[in-house]
């Protein structure tokens, strides 16, 4: 790891408005506290709900949902490799959550303008976790227990307790978006950024 980074943010969860106005695209956050797992199954049936009157299986407010599918635990550890799933297959469904309190989610991969959109009006923010390493992210989750969906399997809702979970801001509450930056930044060649 290059050691001229510049300090990373401590946020701990639930974030506030003011959490998320605090950070822009690029900086270093570490995660604590309670944050959720969810993929596309789970975010389908949440929506259902919502969209039917009814409630999520957690208070969304001030939340953090992480887009992970966890392996089985090997003995002795409580979750096994807890990397980032592409966030793209979130963004019919991200918005509406936003709406409903989700104050930030984590995934790989660029979001679509509709998810940038629903980040400023609703003051969210999309980090980025490493993919590939599933492993080293795995180590930052300190408690697991599923709380809803359990037929769903690894894509079940889990409440995750995280102590300084690396992630980095790649959207932001102002519209920036990290990963356009570094394309602009990018010199065009042969090799694709």
Not at 98 to 116: F, H, L, N
Not at 135 to 145: F, I
């Amino acid at each position: 790891m290059a050691s001229h980074h510049t300090t990373a943010r401590l946020l701990a969860t639930p974030l506030s408005e003011e959490d998320v106005l605090s950070v822009r695209c690029g900086d270093s956050v570490l995660l604590s506290g309670v944050i959720y797992s969810a993929r596309d199954a789970a975010h389908r049936r949440m929506v259902e709900a919502l969209d039917a009157g009814g409630s999520l299986p957690f208070d969304p407010v001030g939340q953090v949902i992480y887009y992970v599918g966890p392996s089985p635990a090997p003995a002795g550890v409580v979750i096994g490799a807890a990397g980032p799933t592409t966030s793209g297959r979130m963004d019919p469904y991200a918005p509406r959550l936003y709406e409903a309190g989700i104050k930030a989610t984590i995934g790989k991969g660029q979001r679509s303008p509709i998810v940038r959109e629903a980040l400023m009006r609703f003051a969210a923010l999309y980090l980025a976790a490493i993919g590939g390493a599933g492993a080293l992210l795995a180590q930052a989750v300190k408690e697991v227990e599923v709380v809803a969906y359990p037929e769903l399997g690894p894509e079940a809702v889990r409440r995750m307790v995280v102590e300084r979970l690396p992630v980095i801001v790649a959207n932001d509450a102002y519209g920036r978006d990290l990963y356009e930056e570094a394309r602009r930044r990018s010199h065009p060649g042969p090799e694709h950024g």
